[in-house]
């Protein structure tokens, strides 16, 4: 029964989302007061709607009912009970069904948090929301229907990927779907004000909250994707420039670019149009990238089936509403009023370049994911682009946005002084160059690159620094009333400077992983060492062990420094029984912030194995850099500026006369 | 009635969804403020945040002179343009009004427009979502989680049920090596060879190794292989020989991977000793004698006595049926008066025992097992196979 009546919600929510495409919409447009006013209350209704149906599939996964589909195809009575809750949204239709839930969040989010909103822009937004919810509702049970029933019931599952059976699982999709799909909100945002003409101070102020809470999720949820990676794939890599991954950079990359666009929108009135069609264009790529995970145009682990029909289906939706919205936007965006003069030098200025940067950085991505593919499509030929195409667009544009980085904050509105603000950056500049003269020294001259790189990380840690002291002003207000000020600092600007510190962590921790790394493949018997970096590593031998649903070959490692026995790891290499299908699970032991990384590769009669140690220096701070950067989007966020109250009504309404 | 209580819910979801449309549509209109007003909230918010940046130090007296001018001046745009459409809203209220008053509240032509998309919601939202679930859905299907099936006793009783039943209890406790034993040769049956080496190679983990477990998993490998003795399943015979160098069944199958191999003579050999054990009549007696011929060996005459003898199968299988019943009374008349005077094995006993039950014949299927029991008390094993045969064919105790 909880089955059918998740499936019954479902389309109650399906139908709730036609409504709520049409009557806002037409009553923003037609000044409806009623219409508009039917946008809240059915937001709220489908969120608990697709929240009962996600809650009834959740449950039989819970209770193993093996007469729903989907149960069957994904699970396993012997899965461990995390897994099988985890494993709802491990598969095509579950994941599609948290999807849609989470798009709705947002709308129910938005009807809830929003009076401060304008009445016929929130109406028009959650219309527009409703009708990107219709699409995939329509989607989800017409392709991908998480409720199909067998009769009679089999008595097992066929079990969940096992490459999928990890926490890691448990806490990346949700992460990343949150910041995927929070984006709908900010294109809703946009289609809303391109329908209504007006782009006002309102609507730069309550956009810019809702995209860096999707902006923060996107962040967690593609560090955790990669950490994921890093431990499970057994390769001690971290990013691949897989497609799947670069579809969850593309719009992190527009949406970084609309965060900053949104400020100089909100401050200053200008770049309405940009900042319209970057909001337009994040959501697209969003889009892109569930298109390219869901169609099953790339092979790989996260493409879960490859059904042409939900590959066209989605590629219909992408086509609907981005050439929809660019329509829109191509008609209505030249009725926007532009305002807000400045000169090149100015933190508007930056904040373009910025701008500017990260969306032709998003553009190579784009190329480097898309071109193979249309070259396939085309003339049948397969070619793979690979990092060296990445490193060489991307990381060029890479570099001037960091050395830039540090200047935007300290520049001031309409015309800045660039000589004044390089001043305020010698320590900075000065930290850098011992760093990088340091690291030279260490690592040998011919690492020059590296060194440079590894300058370039503390230049925009210590660049963002010095501009949060400088905003206390130790010198002139003595320590106590400096500490006091910096406390009182409000949270937008702490969050900007967090986010920047964030980055410099992560490109110190890509730079040292990438360029000190130090790589070993052996094949060792039991009793035999390895040595990488300082760190060796003495093999005990394997053991067989049984997990719940898996067999373990799990080989032991004594890790000595100095000849002293500091840390023991216990690689395995795994088989999940149901589906035959092996894994590798690594040995990861943290030193400090790096780490040493041992894999058990092919096994040997003898009891022997191949294995790849790693030393990985400063590993850790590529996702520790990352939590410093949602960390900071969390603290703007919360900034208490952000509480503008609502307007009164203009005049209470009167009664009827006579 | 469950089927009942699924339709109370899809009715109470379905109102829910109604009135959330319902509800705004046929509150009264409210006004609400322009957006210019939210814009001039912003400016104001703006404003006061510049006096509290001055306050804290954070901007200079002339920066914040210079951004309260450029707001105030946008605060002062914003404020006007939320007048103008306030009068505007107001002057379309008071239009509004004149028409409240020329066509009365309630009012066919007023209520017309919103009264007939209330009626369109309230018909609509139910009318499609029962059709696309009635489409959809399986409303007569119940929830069917696993527990609940493992303890039902209708359930209860196909096999694939109780393994199932097993395999839970395995996955909980995965060292329970009796578990693995009783489940190994019902993977067996069940065709599930794969999972059956699995349980074996468990069971002889954690019970210890015997004969019987050993040619089992052995016989399963091979299974497995298609019919190929494999390296791991030679292993395997090869220790249920160490442990019971009488065992026929893995020296069986040693024999066949010498032939697999292509070592002819000891193949022979090796078929020859087992043929020399032979009492005649077992099964596998026919497969040694196909194997030697096609190893091309002479293929030493079947043994003689018991068992029919070729001609006396060749002769019963043209007889017609009351005749071939006479046939095997007679045969069988003639095993119980030699066993009775001569005394034999309890492979002979259970042998007459089987037939007797073929022929229905219960009172002296009874009578024969008594008698074997006496003849045979002297050797327990004996005893203890004669009893099971005797529960196998329902007359145990």
Not at chain 1, 38 to 51: C, E, K, Q
Not at chain 1, 299 to 323: C, E, N, Q
Request: aromatic share 8%.
């Amino acid at each position: 029964m909880i089955v059918e009546i998740g499936h019954y919600a479902l389309i109650l929510a399906l139908i709730l989302s036609l409504v709520q495409s049409v009557l806002p919409v037409w009553g923003a447009v037609t000044g409806n007061d009623r219409m508009m006013a039917v946008a809240p209350p059915v937001s709220g209704m489908m969120f608990l709607f697709v929240g009962i149906s996600f809650a009834a599939l959740t449950m039989a996964y819970a209770t193993s009912d093996f007469s729903v589909l989907n149960v069957v195809e994904n699970s396993h009575s012997a899965k461990p009970f995390l897994y099988k809750l985890t494993g709802v949204w491990g598969n095509h239709e579950g994941s599609m069904l948290l999807w849609v839930l989470i798009l709705v969040l947002f709308g129910a989010l938005v009807a809830a948090f929003g009076r401060n909103i304008p009445t016929e822009l929130r109406a028009a937004t959650l219309g527009v929301q409703g009708m990107v919810s219709f699409a995939f509702l329509l989607f989800l049970l017409v392709t991908s229907n998480p409720f199909l029933r067998l009769s009679p019931a089999p008595m097992e599952g066929n079990d969940l990927n096992p490459i999928l059976q990890d926490v890691g699982l448990a806490i990346h999709p949700p992460l990343l779907y949150v910041g995927y799909v929070g984006f709908s909100i900010t294109f809703s945002f946009a289609a809303a004000a391109l329908i209504l003409g007006r782009v006002d101070a309102a609507w730069a102020r309550w956009v810019r909250p809702w995209t860096l809470l999707a902006w923060m999720f996107l962040t967690l949820g593609i560090a955790m994707g990669s950490y994921w990676a890093y431990y499970e794939l057994g390769w001690g890599g971290y990013w691949f420039w897989d497609p799947v991954e670069n579809a969850s950079l593309m719009p992190w990359l527009s949406g970084t670019a609309l965060l900053h666009s949104a400020i100089v929108l909100e401050k200053r009135g200008a770049l309405k149009v940009w900042t319209v069609l970057l909001a337009i264009l994040t959501f697209s790529l969003s889009l892109l990238g569930t298109f390219l995970v869901r169609s099953g145009v790339l092979t790989s682990v996260h493409a879960f089936a490859t059904d042409p029909m939900r590959g066209t289906f989605i590629l219909g939706i992408l086509t609907i509403f981005v050439g929809g919205s660019l329509a829109l936007y191509a008609w209505r965006a030249p009725l926007l009023k532009q305002g807000g003069l400045f000169a090149p030098v100015s933190r508007e200025g930056a904040l373009v370049l910025n701008n500017l940067l990260l969306t032709v950085s998003a553009v190579a991505v784009f190329v480097g994911t898309l071109y193979p593919l249309a070259l396939e499509v085309v003339g049948g030929e397969k070619i793979s682009v690979g990092p060296p195409f990445f490193n060489l667009t991307f990381g060029p544009l890479m570099v001037p946005l960091l050395i830039a980085m540090p200047f935007g904050p300290l520049l001031a509105w309409k015309r800045g002084d660039l000589y004044a603000v390089s001043q305020r950056l010698y320590a900075a500049l000065g930290l850098a160059l011992a760093a990088t003269l340091l690291v030279a020294w260490l690592q040998g001259v011919d690492r020059i690159l590296a060194a440079l790189g590894f300058g370039l990380g503390i230049w925009v840690i210590a660049g963002a620094a010095a501009e949060i002291l400088s905003r206390a002003r130790f010198a002139q207000v003595g320590l106590s009333t400096g500490l006091r000020r910096l406390v009182g600092l409000p949270g937008a600007a702490w969050g900007a400077a967090l986010g920047h510190i964030g980055i410099g962590v992560t490109v110190l921790g890509l730079v040292a992983a990438t360029a000190f790394q130090v790589e070993k493949v052996v094949t060792i018997r039991p009793g035999e060492s390895v040595t990488v970096a300082d760190n060796t590593l003495t093999f005990g031998g394997l053991a067989r062990r049984t997990g719940p649903n898996y067999i373990d070959d799990v080989g032991h490692f004594d890790i000595l420094k100095g000849g002293v026995k500091v840390a023991e790891t216990d690689p395995a290499k795994r088989l999940y029984t149901a589906r035959k299908m092996p894994t590798t699970e690594a040995g990861i032991v943290t030193f400090g912030f790096s780490q040493v990384y041992v894999s058990i590769g092919e096994v040997h009669d003898d009891g022997g194995a191949d294995i790849r140690v790693y030393h990985k220096p400063l590993v850790t701070l590529i996702w520790l850099g990352c939590l410093v950067m949602a960390f900071g989007g969390a603290l703007s966020l919360f900034d208490r500026r952000l509480r503008v109250g609502a307007p009164k009504p203009a005049r209470q309404r009167m009664v009827p006369a006579e | 009635m469950p089927g009942m209580t699924l339709w109370i819910a899809f009715a109470l979801l379905t109102v829910a969804a109604a009135l959330a449309v319902l509800v705004p549509l046929a509150r009264g209109r409210r006004g609400h403020a322009p957006a210019a007003a939210h814009d001039a909230e912003v400016y104001r918010a703006q404003l006061d945040e510049i006096e509290r940046d001055l306050d804290r130090g954070l901007v200079s007296e002339e920066a914040a002179t210079a951004a309260r001018t450029e707001i105030a001046r946008r605060l002062l745009a914003a404020s006007r343009e939320a007048e103008a459409s306030g009068a505007a809203d107001a002057a379309t209220g008071t239009k509004d009004k004149a028409d409240a008053a020329a066509s009365l509240p309630g009012s066919p032509a007023r209520r017309g427009a919103s009264g007939l998309l209330q009626v369109a919601v309230v018909i609509a939202i139910p009318a499609a979502a029962l059709f696309t679930y009635l489409a959809l859905g399986s409303p007569d299907l119940a929830d069917q989680p696993l527990s609940a099936r493992l303890e039902d006793t209708q359930q209860n009783r196909s096999m694939a049920a109780l393994v199932a039943k097993v395999e839970q209890h395995l996955a909980d406790n995965p060292n329970d090596g009796r578990g693995w034993d009783v489940l190994a040769p019902v993977y067996m049956r069940l065709g599930r060879t794969g999972d059956a080496v699995v349980a074996y190679r468990n069971a002889i983990r954690l019970v210890g190794s015997d004969e019987r477990r050993e040619t089992d998993l052995g016989e399963a490998l091979v299974i497995l292989a298609e019919g190929i003795v494999t390296a791991e399943a030679r292993a395997a015979f090869d220790r249920a020989v160490a442990l019971d160098p009488k065992a026929v069944k893995p020296r069986f199958f040693l024999a066949l991977a010498l032939g697999q191999e292509n070592r002819k003579d000891e193949a022979i050999t090796a078929w020859k000793a087992l043929l020399a054990e032979a009492k005649g009549g077992e099964a596998w007696v026919e497969a040694v004698r196909m194997e030697m011929a096609k190893l091309g060996a002479e293929v030493p005459p079947s043994p003689a006595l018991p068992g029919p003898d070729r001609e006396a199968m060749a002769a019963a299988a043209e007889m017609s049926a009351s005749d071939r019943a006479e046939m095997i009374r007679g045969m069988v008349d003639q095993l119980d008066t030699r066993l009775s005077a001569e005394g034999g094995t309890a492979e002979e006993w259970m042998r007459l025992m089987r037939a007797l039950a073929v022929m229905g014949d219960g009172p002296r299927l009874r009578e024969v097992k008594d008698r074997a029991l006496v003849a045979l008390k002297d050797d327990p094993v004996a005893q203890a196979k004669l009893r099971g045969l005797a529960e196998e064919l329902g007359i145990g105790s």
